[in-house]
């Protein structure tokens, strides 16, 4: 078995609650083995620029409740080009890092797989608010970025409610629309807009027009940022604040506007971020030890596994739509079916659970 020296840790593209829990799952559960780790800092250009601290499991001590990650992140250009990923096998070489577990979202993996391809066997974690690897079944942070969202929802609720008023609320997700959908369902909104599904705009408006005559005074509608309608003159402009303006002259409803944004990705993590995290961190360790590479950790039926990069990359495509030529040449007949069983999983997910906003919202 190989003997590793250390383990360099990087998280990298939007930060989420709970990355923190990754790193600190990592660096205690390598330390147990007698692996060192080291944190990267900065994501990609941390380790192009040889920005690195010791994980020493004193250094690691009380981050578990901390948002954002103390390891900071950065979307990097520099490293899709060869000269980049020069400097980084070389930082890897001359800090003897022989291994790398990287914490992120898609991105994130496409960085890991080139670094596996140069010789440095790495392992990815999902971390992203927007739970939008299709593979899996959850990515860390997802929860806590709910959870604000839903609390944040119930506080303009309480004003909706004071002066009669419709909120409409965008929140992030980029192109996923889960955490519009499951927030808006636990906050209780009128409708809910996602990207991957289309909405019924006009019986929205009827619903909330049939609300106001039954008395009713606050209501909350959420969109999912990753919605867009083209206006007048051909421009893509986000669907929030165009629904807002069609509620208020369509219904008389006095109509509000509220996006968001990066709000929804700072805070506590939340017990669920805490403990899939420090699972996933040290299913990622043991993964590294076991020689494994190019693997991401993900939750599937309530068990921490993994599965291919490649794989999740492909699936993610199969969902998207964005499959290009040659993409599933690599694949067997049962593998590419089980793609497909996936991308059926989530959709049927986001069917059922579109279904119960519209069946409950009065
Ligand atoms: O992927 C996480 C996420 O927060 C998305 O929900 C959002 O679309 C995007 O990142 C925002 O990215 P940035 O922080 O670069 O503005």
Request: glycine residues 10%.
């Amino acid at each position: 078995m190989q003997q590793f020296r250390k383990i360099g840790v990087l998280t990298s593209g939007g930060d989420a609650p709970g990355m923190n829990a990754v790193v600190r799952a990592i660096a205690r559960k390598a330390d147990k083995q007698g692996v060192k780790t080291v944190g990267i800092i900065g994501g990609y250009n941390g380790l192009i620029n040889e920005k690195l601290i010791d994980l020493t499991p004193g250094a690691v001590s009380n981050i578990i409740t901390n948002g954002g990650t103390m390891l900071y992140s950065d979307r990097c250009l520099e490293f899709k080009t060869p000269e980049g990923m020069a400097k980084a096998i070389e930082t890897c070489r001359k800090n003897e890092i022989d291994a790398i577990i990287a914490i992120g979202g898609d991105g994130t993996f496409r960085g890991a797989t080139d670094l596996a391809v140069h010789g440095i066997p790495t392992i990815g974690v999902t971390g992203t608010i927007d739970n939008d690897i299709t593979a899996t079944d959850y990515t860390v942070g997802f929860d806590t970025a709910m959870n604000t969202v839903v609390e944040i929802l119930d506080k303009l609720r309480d004003t909706c409610e004071s002066h009669a008023r419709c909120n409409v609320v965008e929140v992030m997700g980029r192109d996923c629309g889960q955490i519009a959908l499951r927030a808006g369902i636990a906050a209780g909104a009128m409708a809910v807009a996602i990207p991957e599904l289309p909405f019924d705009e006009a019986k929205t408006i009827e619903r909330i027009s049939a609300a106001k005559k039954k008395a009713k005074r606050g209501m909350l509608v959420v969109v999912s940022e990753g919605v867009f309608v083209t206006d007048e003159n051909g421009k893509k402009v986000p669907y929030g604040e165009v629904l807002q303006k069609k509620i208020e002259s369509e219904t008389g409803i006095e109509t509000k506007f509220a996006r968001l944004a990066h709000i929804v990705r700072g805070g506590t993590p939340s017990l669920r971020d805490r403990l899939t995290a420090s699972q996933m961190g040290v299913k990622a360790l043991d993964l590294i030890l076991e020689g494994k590479s190019n693997l991401v950790v993900i939750e599937e039926d309530s068990k921490i596994t993994s599965m291919e990069i490649v794989f999740s990359q492909m699936t993610d495509r199969m969902y998207k739509g964005k499959l290009q030529d040659g993409d599933l040449d690599q694949f067997s007949a049962e593998e590419i079916k089980l793609m497909e069983e996936i991308c059926e999983k989530r959709r049927a997910e986001i069917a059922e659970l579109y279904t119960l906003v519209n069946d409950l919202a009065r």
